[in-house]
């Protein structure tokens, strides 16, 4: 059972849309981080999100964490085929990460 | 800096064989911890550290053991190998107040 539920877990579009990937649980967590992961690779960092309702920006990458702590949201607007990856929300407790499965994202030329 | 580094990139192993999966990192990150990936199950949570000489169980320890007798290393030990732990492994690492993880590339196994 995971801690942490992701939503779609797969996602295919077409280059210059829109996606959004949700990340949902029933607990609640001091902060939350999102990671995107490419095959062959390690998961890299993309965001730490740290209160409830705060939405931070990064380009085209918008993250929003849920005012009671428990749920967040990864929107990319205009995407690109270099957003194409594995995109993975992990939620913090004490010392450690609980992951999500992932989405998996493929942005098509 | 290297990062984390995690050798081998590729094993496979036969039941009941052991084997050590290395994990080093140079930027003197106190808390340091495995990962195991299967497909379709995000990272499962095997062992962590949060500083040398001191280790604790996460979601998934059975069938392996680690050690950390120095901040840099953090091995993880798989004593009798099993089909069960056909896995992508990953070493991380990170800040005690930041808790943001650095990953390695990963070890990919396979045991028949």
């Known amino acids: 059972t995971q801690l942490l539920e992701q939503s779609p877990q797969f996602l295919s579009i077409q280059e210059g849309e829109n996606l959004t990937v949700y990340c949902n649980s029933s607990?609640?967590?001091?902060?939350l981080q999102w990671y995107r992961q490419e095959p062959g690779e390690g998961p890299v960092l993309l965001v730490t999100?740290?209160?409830?309702?705060e939405v931070k920006k990064l380009k085209r990458l918008t993250f929003q964490f849920g005012d009671a702590r428990k749920d967040s949201s990864l929107h990319i607007t205009a995407a690109q085929t270099g957003d194409t990856g594995l995109y993975l929300c992990?939620?913090?407790?004490?010392?450690?990460?609980?992951f999500g499965a992932g989405t998996t994202v493929t942005v098509r030329a | 800096n290297a990062g984390v580094t995690q050798t081998p990139k590729f094993r496979i192993l036969k039941i009941g064989q052991s084997m050590t999966l290395q994990c080093t990192q140079d930027?003197?990150?106190?808390?340091m911890y495995w990962y195991r990936q299967d497909p379709g199950m995000g990272l499962k949570l095997i062992y962590y550290?949060?500083?040398?000489?001191?280790?604790d169980k996460g979601e998934v320890p059975n069938g392996y053991n680690v050690s950390r007798s120095t901040t840099e290393d953090f091995p993880l030990r798989l004593e009798l190998a099993a089909p069960s732990q056909t896995s992508v492994y990953f070493c991380?690492?990170?800040?005690?107040?930041?808790?943001?993880?650095?990953f390695g590339p990963g070890t990919r196994l396979t045991v028949t």
């Open positions: 991380a690492s990170s800040y005690p107040l930041s808790y943001e993880q650095y």
């Open positions: 607990s609640v967590f001091s902060s």
């Open positions: 999100v740290v209160t409830g309702g």
């Open positions: 992990a939620g913090r407790t004490d010392y450690k990460l609980s």
């Open positions: 930027m003197n990150h106190n808390y």
């Open positions: 550290s949060v500083g040398a000489g001191i280790t």
